[in-house]
């Protein structure tokens, strides 16, 4: 059965960093478009970025301005979210999806993704 469970979630301070993992069993990481999504309290989950392709490709949402990385170990079938300089605003729940015909112009549209983790809760407070 495919899964894929986010890891590396937990309380940091204001300016701290944290790097999540996306785990996979059933199904391997380097066919697929991965892709990073989190949602807040009270608000609409919202895409954070994708690593896509044969030659990893990245798509990033504009507000990570260069705070946040996604990378691919196919070794370990993994998916890194690495992510800086974190704010409070960055508080919420963290998900990875999957899909096979995702990436490219429309990675951020969340009905492309096919397998989706349970999340990771990351929480930014001094």
């Known amino acids: 059965q495919e899964q894929l469970v986010e890891s590396g979630g937990g309380s940091v301070q204001p300016g701290g960093s944290l790097r999540l993992s996306c785990g996979a069993s059933?199904?391997?990481?380097?066919?697929?478009?991965v892709a990073w999504f989190r949602q807040a309290p009270g608000k609409a989950r919202e895409a954070i970025g994708c690593?896509?392709?044969?030659?990893?490709?990245?798509y990033y949402a504009d507000f990570v301005k260069g705070r946040f990385t996604i990378s691919r170990d196919t070794t370990k079938n993994t998916v890194y979210l690495q992510m800086d300089s974190l704010q409070p605003e960055d508080t919420a729940l963290y998900y990875c999806?999957?899909?096979?015909?995702?990436?490219?112009?429309?990675?951020?549209?969340?009905?492309?993704?096919?397998?989706w983790g349970q999340g990771t809760q990351v929480t930014v407070s001094s």
């Open positions: 999806a999957a899909g096979n015909h995702a990436g490219g112009p429309s990675w951020y549209r969340e009905r492309i993704y096919d397998y």
């Open positions: 059933g199904l391997s990481l380097r066919y697929y478009a």
């Open positions: 690593i896509a392709g044969s030659w990893d490709t990245t």
